[in-house]
């Protein structure tokens, strides 16, 4: 791939302005450069054929170098300056990771007014395509979620606690979920995610961000993020996996409960496997399928100190001996836009009162 590569970018080439130079400092981390040309030539000029969707960041492309490898070409929008930000901070956080169910940022380009990531690209789309897709859904089984599951929650413990640095994603949920041709997940988009210090286990923001239907109470509503922010996301896409129904978009008929709320009730009933998808009933166990309910619950838990941490998650996922604590009742967010309630892999972003910026799901 070397050829691919512009080993050096003059720094009078990136645009004036604080900003760009900011972006400039970036080439010192260790992370290959691409050249523009090289990127154009990979996406066909960035031809609409190619484009995989749209972001706060700006448009994503399906790309091909010339040694034939495949890519996923991240493009800042020129106009985005929440863009530029999760740039910069991608780049910062992404570049020191490697895990397996991490998505692997192959390098960048910064070219005059370009701003651009690389990443490998995965073939399946993401996990949101599968559960969310009345025909997609019919190729999943219950091992293969489970699988899905078991590497999420790798991927997160070791953004807690493993990696060079620890990391607070902020922004999990199913679209950020991508599955490569195995259907392995890798944890994607981490233009929200901040750095913790050794000594650090929270922190506070006056500019929440997220999605509703994965944000934890004490972050929706305080701006208050931990590991444990991550912990409530995690637990959410356990039951969106079970049930193949979405959080933001699941109210009964009298509209006062989300699918937490309706779990919970279904759960404390005895009748968990009312929960999960018909898709899904022939290949599971029960027993399997209400623990899986029971630690996603334990998940959403409303008390931030309640829920468990990733290690735990893990723990309770390969050793089924294991006895699971009885979960206190979930965080009822029940107040959620139901408005958009179709499947996408693309987002829109949008302020509102207090610095709150979610993500709303759109259709294709």
């Known amino acids: 791939m070397g050829s691919n590569f512009a080993s050096t970018v003059p720094h009078d080439e990136v645009g004036g302005g604080a900003d760009n ?3 400039g400092r970036l080439k010192d981390q260790e992370l290959p450069l691409f050249s523009f040309s090289t990127i154009k030539t990979a996406t066909d000029n960035f031809a609409d054929t190619n484009k995989l969707g749209e972001g706060g960041f700006g448009p994503v492309y399906k790309g091909k170098l010339l040694v034939g490898q495949e890519i996923a070409v991240k493009r800042l929008s020129k106009i985005s300056r929440q863009g530029l930000r999760e740039f910069k901070n991608e780049v910062s956080v992404i570049c020191k990771l490697q895990h397996r169910n991490l998505v692997q ?6 070219e ?3 701003s651009i ?7 399946n789309k993401s996990l949101d395509c599968f559960i969310f897709d009345s025909t997609n859904r019919a190729l999943m089984d219950w091992r293969r979620c489970i699988g899905i599951i078991e590497g999420i929650a790798q991927g997160l413990l070791y953004l807690h606690k493993y990696s060079r640095l620890r990391i607070i994603h902020r922004d999990l949920k199913t679209s950020n979920i991508l599955l490569d041709s195995e259907m392995n997940p890798k944890i994607s988009d981490f233009g929200m995610a901040r750095i913790f210090g050794d000594n650090d286990s929270k922190g506070k923001t006056n500019r929440v961000v997220g999605t509703f239907g994965y944000m934890s109470p004490e972050y929706a509503m305080d701006g208050l993020f931990s590991e444990k922010s991550d912990v409530f996301s995690f637990g959410v896409i356990i039951l969106e996996i079970i049930s193949c129904k979405k959080n933001v978009a699941f109210f009964e ?5 989300n699918l937490l709320g309706k779990v919970w009730y279904l759960w404390k009933e005895g009748n968990g496997m009312d929960l999960i998808d018909s898709t899904l009933c022939d290949s599971c166990s029960s027993s399997e399928v209400m623990r899986c309910i029971q630690m996603g ?3 959403v838990q409303e008390r931030a100190m309640d829920r468990p941490n990733m290690s735990d998650v893990v723990s309770m996922l390969s050793n089924e001996s294991i006895a699971l604590p009885v979960p206190k009742e979930p965080a009822f967010l029940n107040q959620l836009n139901s408005a958009n309630t179709d499947i996408s892999s693309s987002k829109q972003r949008c302020s509102c009162n207090n610095d709150l910026t979610v993500s709303s799901e759109h259709a294709r």
């Open 253 to 257: 008929t009298d509209h006062s409960l």
């Open 21 to 23: 130079i900011e972006i």
């Open 112 to 114: 005059a007014e370009e």
């Open 105 to 110: 940022l192959l390098g960048c380009c910064i």
């Open 297 to 299: 619950l334990l998940c």
């Open 117 to 123: 990531l690389i990443y490998e690209y995965m073939p």
